[in-house]
């Protein structure tokens, strides 16, 4: 089995809301990503947890607030955000250690009005 | 700077003809190797890990690694228009670094 779940499949928010956005896998994988992705354009990495600490940060804004409550578990807190942030926003996990394959979740698109 | 480099497309070929994709990468400490699918409005699916040189073959896919030139290709047998997808290619360990896809279209 090798499910990611996210939920919402959609999200729509004002410039001044707070969301977040849920991830979550079964597989017992130990390493546990976020990626931003536009249109036309690659996964663009933004956080790494690995055993349940940040391990990765890609210099991403602050209004984007990760948290990993368990392993199987994976939220990205959004804040104050702008337009341009809108896209879909990708979770992925990885067994960890020296198992690098990432299998990815459907992914949330959320639009920023 | 990390890169892997891909050509865009659009790659068009023929129904039941071999599709060849290729990408390049910077990094030669990279160790692993992934071919990701990904249909359009969908996620990325992996679909092949390389981590050594020389061939690695899975139903109709084949992929192909070669450190020294730091060239990975994957081959489409037999290519159906379900094939039809942007192919992401990308290396790297605990941070995997994506090329920018290539556009495979399966012509009928």
């Known amino acids: 089995d090798t499910e990611v779940t996210q939920t919402p499949k959609h999200l729509v928010m004002g410039m001044t809301n707070k969301k977040s956005l849920k991830c979550e896998q079964h597989m017992g994988h130990r390493a546990m990503y976020w990626y931003k992705q536009k249109a036309k354009k690659p996964p663009e990495l933004m956080f790494v947890y690995s055993y349940e600490k940040l391990s990765i940060n890609e210099s991403v804004p602050s209004r984007f607030s990760p948290e990993c409550p368990n392993s199987s578990l994976l939220n990205l807190h959004l804040h104050a955000l702008q337009p341009e942030d809108s896209a879909l926003y990708l979770c992925a996990s990885s067994h960890g250690g020296d198992s690098y394959e990432q299998y990815f979740g459907p992914g949330t698109r959320l639009t920023v009005t | 700077q990390k890169e892997v480099e891909q050509n865009s497309g659009p790659l068009s070929v023929p129904e039941g003809a071999i599709a060849s994709l290729n990408c390049t990468y910077s990094d030669r400490g990279s160790q692993s190797f992934f071919w990701y699918r990904q249909y359009s409005g969908k996620s990325p699916e992996l679909i092949m890990s390389?981590?050594?040189?020389g061939d690695k073959e899975d139903g109709r896919f084949t992929a192909q690694l070669n450190k020294a030139s730091q060239y990975v290709s994957l081959l489409i047998r037999d290519s159906q228009p379900s094939d039809s997808a942007t192919y992401l290619c990308?290396?790297?360990?605990?941070?995997?670094?994506f090329g920018k896809g290539t556009r495979l279209h399966i012509l009928p």
């Open positions: 390389i981590y050594s040189n």
């Open positions: 990308a290396a790297g360990d605990d941070k995997i670094i």
